[in-house]
């Protein structure tokens, strides 16, 4: 990109520049450099035009400052979070992986129960009893009396699971 040579009058000095810019660019910039120098004399009357021109020149210095900071900590920012993006994805690809296996093994195991005669369980999703509505399971219960004494031990095998004699 060529030079652009370009004069600029702030605050009543000349200034001569030598830009890669735009020339309406760095006159937009000389623009707001006039204005806030102005507005920096406005508000303290006795400040001369160098004084503004130096505590204006700070003030953009002191914002360049604190955009950088600001900009670093974006990019560290978006560098964290790209880093955990990609864990993320690491880690739904790993669960992928882990979830097609156990797929295989599910498939491998049905197989095999399928070839042994037995039929494969099924899930409560697909047993109808799930669905169905509670049963009232009726039935005669043992009268206990006061002339009958009980066992312990048959109070205790009461509960016990029976193992068809063993």
Request: glycine share 4%; net charge negative.
């Amino acid at each position: 990109m060529a030079k652009n040579k370009i004069k600029l009058n702030i605050c009543g000095f000349e200034c001569g520049l030598c830009s890669n810019e735009d020339e309406n660019y760095i006159r937009s910039i000389g623009s707001e450099v006039q204005q806030a120098i102005n507005d920096m004399m406005e508000s303290n009357e006795r400040l001369s035009v160098t004084m503004a021109a130096i505590i204006t020149a700070l003030n953009y210095c002191d914002e360049a400052h604190k955009s950088a900071d600001t900009a670093d900590n974006l990019r560290t920012q978006v560098k964290n979070y790209l880093e955990d993006s990609s864990h993320a994805r690491l880690d739904a690809e790993e669960s992928k992986r882990e979830l097609e296996r156990v797929k295989h093994e599910n498939q491998s195991l049905r197989a095999r129960l399928a070839t042994e005669g037995e039929p494969p369980d099924k899930s409560e999703e697909e047993s109808p009893a799930s669905n169905a509505a509670p049963q009232q399971i009726t039935g005669e219960l043992p009268a206990i009396g006061p002339e009958k004494e009980a066992d312990p031990e048959s109070f205790i095998n009461f509960f016990e699971k029976s193992d068809g004699g063993q």
